[in-house]
């Protein structure tokens, strides 16, 4: 039953979800503790935005290999979400619908984007739709989700973080996260 979730949505919101890629759950090249937890989560959130005839979006990380975002370019991170590889396929149990709007990141060569607005076009794309309101989830809390949060806020989106629906790459990192999206204005829920 998603019949709270349902509730809560309204016209004009749009839920949202950031890099629920294989790399980032155990097993893959840049996992994070127990990120395949997300995923049923979502999934329920997915089922309550087609029944009330809302847009699903799904980010993910599609890197170029030898990415500047990698170790050996002197990046952060290890090799992950490596174009058309299995690490960058979404996770398999993530039920996104025929009508998911991809957005894809992180394909530069010459800057990575955590952000899903980072020189997406996103902004746009959802003020064509006259979405108000986006519901956030997906990996990581700390990274690509925080990143998104704030620059939806900077662009003056009202935000609901799905604070089931997300996890962090370390847990002080997530009570940062959650603190920095708490004082950008974005919404915690559940609390
Ligand atoms: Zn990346």
Request: one cysteine or more; a negative charge.
């Amino acid at each position: 039953m998603s019949s709270q979730i349902e509730d809560a949505f309204q016209p004009g919101d749009a839920l949202t979800i950031v890099d629920v890629q294989n790399d980032f759950c155990p097993g893959g090249a840049l996992p994070i503790a127990a990120g395949q937890e997300v995923v049923p989560v979502l999934n329920r959130y997915i089922r309550a935005a087609l029944t009330k005839g809302l847009p699903v979006y799904a980010s993910r990380d599609w890197h170029p290999r030898d990415h500047i975002s990698f170790k050996q370019r002197g990046g952060p991170w290890p090799p992950h979400c490596i174009q058309d590889t299995e690490g960058a396929q979404f996770h398999p149990e993530l039920q996104l619908p025929e009508s998911v709007i991809k957005i894809t990141k992180g394909v530069r060569f010459d800057l990575d984007q955590n952000s899903i607005f980072h020189e997406t076009g996103l902004e746009h794309e959802l003020r064509s739709k006259g979405i108000v309101r986006l519901w956030i989830g997906g990996l990581a809390e700390d990274v690509c989700v925080l990143a998104s949060v704030l620059d939806a806020r900077r662009c003056g989106f009202e935000v609901v973080l799905i604070a089931n629906g997300t996890k962090p790459v370390s847990a002080e990192g997530g009570k940062r996260a959650r603190q920095q999206m708490h004082e950008a204005g974005a919404r915690i829920e559940p609390d």
